[in-house]
């Protein structure tokens, strides 16, 4: 089995920063794409960042130039630096990652648990 961690979630105020932690454990051979979404109350889950195994990254446009999403592959682990914190990026952040398992030809999507991050004064 395998399973996502995430770390790092709280209140912080508006202008401030947060770094959040995904760490994968289990039965892994490779992972490819990793990534965070959000899901913030009354609204549908959404994307707000994605590294591949080679270092791509993808952003959403309402966090670019303020989060910066980067990944350790030897630790199998994907952090998401948040700046410039506003109220609007309140919502349970999830981790995810696309594992190809071993002895196995396809790659499985999982999912962490999600982590709260609240942005208030």
């Known amino acids: 089995q395998v399973q996502l961690v995430e770390s790092g979630g709280g209140l912080v105020q508006p202008g401030g920063s947060l770094r959040l932690s995904c760490a994968a454990s289990g039965s892994i051979f490779s992972i490819n794409a990793m990534g965070w979404y959000r899901q913030a109350p009354g609204k549908q889950r959404e994307l707000v960042a994605a590294i591949t195994s080679g270092g791509s990254t993808n952003y959403a446009d309402s966090v670019k130039g303020r989060f910066t999403i980067s990944r350790d592959n030897a630790k199998n682990t994907v952090y998401l630096q948040m700046n410039s914190l506003k109220p609007e990026d309140t919502a349970v952040y999830y981790c995810?990652?696309?594992?190809?398992?071993?002895?196995?030809?396809?790659?499985?999507?999982?999912w962490g648990k999600g982590t709260l991050v609240t942005v208030s004064s």
């Open positions: 995810n990652a696309d594992i190809l398992p071993p002895y196995s030809d396809y790659f499985v999507d999982y």
